[in-house]
């Protein structure tokens, strides 16, 4: 069943690594190292084929995808031998990219994203469309009255104001094309009650929000380990080095603020108290897409015996992400196709600050998801061959 993958922020790094993995995928030019679909306890039949999904999307750059994919492998996050081996298929996901609307009211760019949409589903005979927001963290917006209704939403996007930051614009119009929608950013995107009363509305399932790939992947980890031998962490304090488009952005403190806040969240979730210290990120443009995080843990043993862990982390920040949204857009196309509607909490084992979880741990997480896996291939209502 042919998938559409639509990448809000298209030519960004991390949309740009995903759209070339998945077309060396289908070409049987590279192995799915990363790709957790691909695991034995998440594979089967439900999920579409990686040959199946279809890419598009809009940003606000017009930069070439061939010319993103050719830094990205100057830059040593592809290999260069795969974007050279690519030409035609990277001009055909090109040919379905879009400027991301921006004359007129909200309610006229929210339409024309729908279109936009719904055209590229029509366009290819798609069984469906999810939208994946991989475009740069934005900060939090302001309080506005129309957040909490979606009548008074719907009316205030008329009118002059901008209600609705660019994440939650294109939430809207998501779900109101009947798209399911992945937030793989710290933005707010559907997470305001006029927002998630409309993706009900239309009956599809969503998924978020900031996807866990390197520092918080290794708390999500050690925490439960600390909780478990029941020793105190007294504090956790993390340093994260980047550079690339993601650092330059996140060098702005407001979206900064929004990352930082994700960050910490799985630490009081998995404790149960918040040590002290805090995560700091500071950009640094020769690191490019490699992240360094430093992190210092102390605490505290039988008879209050004080002790420390220290780690490093270098990650190639677009590599782990990429193969996480390929699998997000499978999962969450299954999901949809077996009548799924709501968030999907089950995903959050792919996420910093996701929705409705009850606990941090990536163990308990890794659990749901192959469970919820399991009942996709057991009884999805219209499933595919992987
Ligand atoms: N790489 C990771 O490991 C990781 C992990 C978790 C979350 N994320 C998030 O993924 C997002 C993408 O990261 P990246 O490294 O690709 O960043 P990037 O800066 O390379 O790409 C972001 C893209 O979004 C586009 N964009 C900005 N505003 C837009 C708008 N209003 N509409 C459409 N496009 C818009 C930009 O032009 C750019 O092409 C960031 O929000 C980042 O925080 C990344």
Request: glycine content about 10%.
């Amino acid at each position: 069943m042919r998938t559409g993958v639509w990448l809000v922020g298209a030519r960004g790094s991390v949309a740009t690594t995903s759209i070339v993995g998945a077309l060396a995928l289908r070409a049987g030019l590279t192995g799915p190292t990363g790709c957790v679909t691909e695991l034995p306890e998440v594979r089967g039949p439900a999920l579409p084929a990686f040959a199946d999904l279809v890419f598009g999307g809009h940003d606000v750059v017009t930069t070439p995808l061939a010319k993103r994919a050719e830094a990205l492998a100057t830059a040593g996050v592809l290999p260069a031998r795969l974007v050279a081996a690519l030409p035609e298929e990277l001009a055909e996901v090109e040919r379905e990219l879009r400027p991301a609307p921006n004359t007129g009211s909200q309610a006229d760019r929210a339409a024309a994203i729908g279109r936009d949409l719904t055209e590229f589903r029509q366009r290819h005979g798609l069984a469906r469309v999810v939208v994946v927001n991989v475009a740069a963290t934005e900060p939090a917006p302001g309080p506005h009255p129309a957040h909490a209704d979606p009548d008074a939403l719907r009316a205030a996007l008329s009118g002059p104001d901008e209600v609705l930051p660019p994440s939650s614009l294109y939430a809207y119009a998501a779900v109101t094309a009947g798209c399911p929608y992945v937030d793989f950013t710290p933005s707010t995107g559907l997470r305001l009650p006029a927002l998630t009363a409309l993706a009900d509305a239309h009956r599809v399932p969503y998924a978020g929000h900031d996807g866990k790939t390197g520092e918080t992947l290794l708390k999500s980890v050690l925490a439960p380990m600390f909780a478990m031998r029941h020793l105190t962490v007294r504090s956790w304090s993390g340093l994260n080095l980047l550079g690339g488009g993601d650092g330059a952005t996140l060098a702005d403190p407001a979206a900064n603020a929004a990352k930082v806040r994700s960050k910490q969240r799985v630490l009081g979730e998995t404790l149960g108290y918040l040590p002290q210290g805090d995560t700091r990120i500071e950009y640094v443009e020769e690191l490019g897409d490699f992240k360094t995080a430093w992190d210092l843990v102390t605490f505290a043993g039988f008879l209050g015996t004080g002790m420390r862990l220290e780690f490093t982390w270098h990650g190639c920040d677009s590599a782990l992400a990429a193969p996480l949204v390929l699998d997000l857009a499978r999962l969450t196309a299954a999901a949809h196709a077996a009548g799924h509607t709501g968030p999907l909490a089950d995903l959050a084992f792919f996420f910093k600050d996701p929705l409705d979880s009850t606990t941090g741990s990536l163990a308990d997480q890794w659990t749901r998801l192959c469970a919820f896996a399991r009942q996709l291939h057991g009884g999805g209502a219209d499933a595919t061959h992987g």
